[in-house]
């Protein structure tokens, strides 16, 4: 709660006169309007950008008038004794004057002439003080220049850090990206880091990634963590309809998340849930996507109760059609409400979260027989699925969270949650290209599955003082289950061409039943401390995280066939130096888990568990931070051990061993120029395989350069016009561990239009995006298990974003 001074009385009318003129004048030198007697206004649409530091909040309103091109004039001791805080970031006039005024019971208020002037707002006094409006927003980090991405990331169970004090590389992708990009999943947003691909296929059910070369999400099961915790995101695929960022931890992070549902260890996907805002927002979107999706998604956000302490977010969006590849129709239907309570030290959540997704005639990635050079791809349009396939994907989850502040020094957490899925598709299994004619051969099926998905955490987080080092102490205990029940029943073979499909007569298969296969449950105690010494020139990160993995499956009478019951203590060690503000040096040691092999029936050793696998990285980094522009350049190396069948006896015998470098660059080049891009060189191989002709090959899907490169302009001489483009590059890459078959390179180029203005006083924004504008034929990317996806077709996307 924020305490005003009473005013002082009223100084001299003639300093007022002198401030209110040079105001005026400042903002005509910038803005000629002012001088002709129409200043700027606050419900301008045009967005700038702001670097300003905290200050005397007097002269930093009159600094930003004259950048806002506004005349505004105020008596000088209405904001005696109150500062301002850093506003740091892209926004329109009135978000910019809104959130310089936060807190100091201020307001601008609108006069006769044009020009404006501070205020009071309508306050309730006792005695000589004034309650200013508590501020409810999430702490979330501030966005960066250019509003594309932020300045900081949730680490796991460290929480909320600045990017130049994480000792990791951390991307984190905004809500305004997400909107200007018409990204519709999480899969659509991640294509603008070049340290992750995505593996999944267009016009298919699953979103699974590659970050820094190895598999996220192929096993699926929630493999995204959601408001840093497993277990609540949906199965197969993440829509952006309730993010309000998308974060990317780049490396193992067994110690920051705990172990992921399916051992990931190239890093970790957060999902920023949406939270109400300080402002009430009604917000409506219509799209279009080619051939003829159709979508609608609204956005409602208010706050109410005394001093708004409790808030709801509500998300919806429906979306039908069909799509621009050839038989394929898609509907899909997100359902998402979020709840808060801000008091002044207890802090609640909960979100509860519905989607569904139905394809007609999904699109399957495709498997190559041995010995069969990858044919060329086939146009992104062309689909070999059989026009009478269909799929049927359902999610729900709920998280409930809260915090509670016991003391200014320590805080109590902990959340509870979970969700479920039940998938259901007939259609073809994976097709396997049989010649380079590409002739196909495929199984038809009726697959069923349904997984349950369990969490809980808590925990505490105490800050205190040792001498001059200051420590940020975190201890974390958390528990998460999963319940896989799954059938197939499978059909006869199914013969195609990539080319040119064959349309095949429905096959009738029954529906198969559902009996539970497996159950899994990770648990673990963590502890971490980041000490803070000289100023915070110099931070070291040391933890400990004791993870328990138990697993069972099950046969079809629901009889145990293994049991699973082992564990691993992984440490996590990050150090940051920052000689300069604008400079930062980091290191870290991070150690990733993965549970080990059960040997298989076919082994000598059948049924012989092993010991989790440890994957390890050691990361040293630069980050540079320069006001308008960020860059981070990192060098990594990570290792991964996997069990093979060597004869007739399975073990640890398999080493994956990824070294690389990424340079990121993110912010504003000048003035109404935006870049987000960057370069992933990639020295993967295989040290270690039980195959010795494998041995020193690279392992599947990993190319040796990926490269991404995004830009957007606002035209000078055309208000609320931008262009927009972009370019997407992936290296060759291997489908089998021989080296022997290998998909070529591929470049995609984007491009697009936003259009920003007023219609009926209403916000409204235009956008428009050619994806693949070139129509380019290409297969996009390689799961670790072989199979590869086709890219993208050239596709139309178009919004329409009005603001009520």
């Keep these: 709660m924020l305490v005003a001074r009473p005013l002082r009385p009223a100084r001299p009318f003639k300093p007022m006169v002198r401030g209110a003129v040079l105001s005026l004048l400042l903002a005509g030198a910038v803005c000629p309007s002012a001088l002709a007697g129409v200043p700027a206004?606050?419900?301008?649409?045009?967005?700038?950008?702001?670097?300003?530091?905290?200050?005397?909040?007097?002269?930093?309103?009159?600094?930003?008038?004259?950048?806002?091109?506004?005349?505004?004039?105020?008596?000088?001791?209405?904001?005696?004794?109150?500062?301002?805080?850093?506003?740091?970031?892209?926004?329109?006039?009135?978000?910019?004057?809104?959130?310089?005024?936060?807190?100091?019971?201020?307001?601008?208020?609108?006069?006769?002439?044009?020009?404006?002037?501070?205020?009071?707002?309508?306050?309730?006094?006792?005695?000589?003080?004034?309650?200013?409006?508590?501020?409810?927003?999430?702490?979330?980090?501030?966005?960066?220049?250019?509003?594309?991405?932020?300045?900081?990331?949730?680490?796991?169970?460290?929480?909320?850090?600045?990017?130049?004090d994480a000792p990791f590389s951390i991307s984190t992708y905004t809500a305004s990206l997400i909107k200007d990009q018409q990204a519709t999943t999480v899969g659509d947003v991640l294509e603008r880091d070049s340290s992750v691909r995505s593996t999944g296929q267009t016009g298919g059910i699953v979103d699974s990634f590659f970050i820094r070369g190895f598999p996220v999400g192929e096993g699926n099961l929630g493999e995204l963590a959601f408001d840093g915790v497993y277990g609540v995101a949906s199965n197969y695929r993440v829509f952006t309809d309730y993010a309000e960022r998308i974060e990317v931890v780049k490396g193992p992070g067994a110690l920051l998340y705990g172990m992921s549902p399916n051992s990931a260890v190239g890093g970790v996907i957060n999902v920023v849930p949406k939270r109400s805002l300080d402002e009430d927002l009604t917000r409506v979107t219509a799209s279009y996507a080619q051939d003829l999706q159709l979508g609608t998604h609204v956005d409602l956000s208010r706050r109410f109760g005394e001093d708004r302490r409790f808030g709801v977010r509500v998300?919806?969006?429906?979306?039908?059609?069909?799509?621009?590849?050839?038989?394929?129709?898609?509907?899909?239907?997100?359902?998402?409400?979020?709840?808060?309570?801000?008091?002044?030290?207890?802090?609640?959540?909960l979100d509860l979260i519905a989607q569904q997704e139905q394809f007609d005639a999904a699109s399957r990635p495709f498997l190559i027989a041995p010995g069969v050079p990858v044919p060329h791809a086939a146009n992104g349009r062309t689909n070999v699925s059989q026009a009478w396939g269909w799929s049927k994907t359902r999610d729900q989850s709920a998280l409930l969270g809260g915090e509670y502040d016991v003391s200014d020094a320590l805080t109590l957490f902990a959340h509870a949650g979970g969700g479920k899925s039940n998938v259901a598709r007939l259609s073809d299994q994976t097709p396997t290209i049989i010649n380079t004619a590409g002739d196909t051969s495929s199984i038809p099926g009726y697959?069923?599955?349904?997984?349950?998905?369990?969490?809980?955490?808590?925990?505490?987080?105490?800050?205190?003082?040792?001498?001059?080092?200051?420590?940020?102490?975190?201890?974390?205990?958390?528990?998460?289950r999963d319940e896989l029940s799954r059938g197939?029943?499978?059909?006869?073979?199914?013969?195609?061409?990539?080319?040119?499909?064959?349309?095949?007569?429905?096959?009738?298969?029954?529906?198969?039943?559902?009996?539970?296969?497996?159950?899994?449950?990770?648990?673990?105690?963590?502890?971490?401390?980041?000490?803070?010494?000289?100023?915070?020139?110099l931070q070291v990160t040391a933890g400990l995280r004791k993870q328990t993995i138990r697993s069972n499956n099950y046969d079809a009478a629901g009889a145990v066939t293994t049991a699973y019951d082992d564990g691993k203590t992984t440490p996590l060690f990050g150090a940051v130096v920052r000689p300069w503000d604008h400079v930062s040096f980091y290191y870290n040691y991070l150690e990733g888990l993965s549970k080990g092999d059960i040997a298989p029936a076919t082994a000598s050793n059948a049924g012989q568990i092993f010991a989790p696998y440890v994957s390890r990285q050691h990361e040293v980094g630069l980050k540079l931070d320069y006001g308008t522009v960020m860059s981070t350049l990192a060098l990594f190396q990570i290792t991964k051990p996997s069990g093979e069948l060597s004869g007739t006896t399975f073990a640890v015998q398999g080493e994956q061993r990824n070294r690389g470098l990424e340079l990121n660059v993110s912010g504003e080049a000048g003035r109404g120029t935006r870049l987000l891009g960057g370069v992933t060189l990639l020295d993967a191989?295989?040290?270690k395989s039980?195959?010795?002709?494998?041995?020193?090959?690279?392992?599947?899907?990993?190319?040796?350069?990926?490269?991404?490169?995004?830009?957007?302009?606002?035209?000078?001489?055309?208000?609320?016009?931008?262009?927009?483009?972009?370019?997407?590059?992936?290296?060759?890459?291997?489908?089998?561990?021989?080296?022997?078959?290998?998909?070529?390179?591929?470049?995609?180029?984007?491009?697009?239009?936003?259009?920003?203005?007023?219609?009926?006083?209403?916000?409204?924004?235009?956008?428009?995006t050619v994806q693949n504008v070139f129509d380019r034929e290409y297969w996009s990317g390689v799961a670790s298990y072989g199979a590869f996806s086709q890219g993208s077709p050239r596709t139309l996307l178009l919004s329409t974003t009005v603001d009520f």
Excluded at 319 to 331: C, L, Y
Excluded at 704 to 729: F, I, M, R
């Design 685 to 687: 191989k295989l040290t």
């Design 690 to 768: 039980a195959v010795a002709a494998n041995q020193g090959n690279i392992p599947v899907g990993v190319p040796k350069v990926q490269a991404n490169l995004w830009a957007e302009w606002d035209v000078p001489w055309v208000e609320g016009l931008t262009l927009t483009s972009g370019a997407l590059y992936t290296g060759s890459q291997y489908v089998n561990q021989a080296n022997t078959q290998q998909l070529a390179p591929w470049t995609r180029f984007d491009m697009g239009v936003r259009y920003s203005t007023r219609i009926a006083q209403r916000p409204t924004t235009f956008r428009a």
């Design 488 to 537: 197939i029943i499978s059909g006869p073979p199914i013969l195609s061409n990539i080319y040119h499909p064959i349309s095949r007569p429905e096959v009738d298969i029954a529906t198969p039943a559902t009996p539970k296969v497996s159950a899994t449950e990770l648990s673990g105690v963590a502890v971490a401390d980041t000490l803070s010494m000289l100023d915070q020139r």
């Design 447 to 480: 697959y069923k599955f349904k997984v349950r998905r369990y969490t809980v955490d808590t925990g505490a987080r105490l800050r205190f003082d040792t001498g001059p080092i200051s420590h940020s102490t975190t201890l974390q205990v958390t528990r998460y």
């Design 315 to 349: 998300n919806g969006r429906v979306q039908q059609g069909d799509t621009v590849i050839d038989k394929q129709s898609r509907e899909v239907g997100v359902s998402a409400i979020s709840l808060d309570y801000q008091g002044d030290r207890l802090r609640t959540s």
């Design 41 to 164: 206004q606050l419900d301008s649409v045009a967005l700038q950008a702001y670097h300003i530091a905290p200050g005397p909040l007097g002269a930093t309103l009159s600094s930003f008038a004259v950048d806002a091109g506004i005349a505004l004039a105020f008596e000088p001791s209405i904001t005696q004794g109150l500062t301002s805080p850093e506003l740091r970031g892209t926004y329109s006039t009135q978000e910019a004057v809104t959130r310089l005024l936060e807190g100091s019971g201020l307001e601008m208020v609108l006069r006769s002439d044009g020009s404006y002037t501070l205020m009071l707002r309508r306050v309730t006094l006792a005695a000589t003080t004034v309650d200013a409006p508590q501020k409810h927003t999430d702490s979330l980090p501030p966005e960066y220049p250019g509003g594309q991405v932020a300045e900081g990331g949730r680490l796991g169970l460290l929480g909320n850090t600045d990017v130049m």
